[in-house]
């Protein structure tokens, strides 16, 4: 069967023209999306009892396949040991984004109290050094410390700096 150019062509501009969307799509997608669509994957293999490293099972696979006994259980196995195994790496990587009520919170708390006595340090530190944490969380986690006399602002506005509070002896 012989492809007319023009019509070879006009397949060929579709499938450009999807992958380019899709390739918009991925670009466009969160790491929390991500990140769930990775723990579906990581469910559906724990589901099916894949060990979460690879095994050897790609070799099992290709002698059946060489010799015509083929079948596609142990390859869906080991593909699916491959991204259990990659979750994992993935999770060590970047750590667990869902996070417990209230640990946005400590975090922030436990950047301040690494800052000594007579170190100054404003809003936008404490969002490099959390940048997991909205600036509103900061902003209410520093008023409660205010509150609380354990934190003292140092000016206003964007160019407020702050410092923990001196203790008197």
């Known amino acids: 069967m012989k492809i007319d150019p023009q019509l070879a062509k006009q397949f060929r501009d579709r499938w450009q023209a999807a992958a380019a969307i899709e390739d918009k799509e991925q670009r466009a997608t969160s790491i929390g999306l991500r990140w769930k669509q990775l723990n579906a994957i990581w469910q559906l293999a724990l589901g099916m009892g894949v060990r979460p490293e690879p095994d050897g099972t ?3 696979v290709r002698e059946r396949w060489d010799t015509g ?3 596609l ?3 869906h196995q080991y593909s699916l040991s491959v991204l259990v195994y990659a979750y ?3 999770e060590e990587q970047v750590g667990d984004l869902i996070t417990a009520p209230g640990a946005k919170s400590e975090a922030v708390q436990r950047v301040i109290a690494s800052f000594g006595s007579d170190q100054t340090f404003t809003v936008g530190d404490l969002e490099r050094l959390c940048p ?3 600036r509103a969380t ?4 520093l008023n409660e410390l205010r509150a609380a006399g354990q934190v003292e602002c140092l000016g ?3 160019s407020a700096h702050w410092r923990k509070a001196q203790i008197s002896s």
Do not use: D, N
């Open 138 to 141: 900061i902003k209410r986690v």
């Open 73 to 75: 259980m142990p390859w």
């Open 69 to 71: 006994q083929h079948t």
């Open 132 to 134: 997991t944490v909205s």
């Open 88 to 90: 994992r790496a993935f």
């Open 58 to 60: 790609e070799s099992l």
């Open 156 to 158: 206003k506005g964007r």
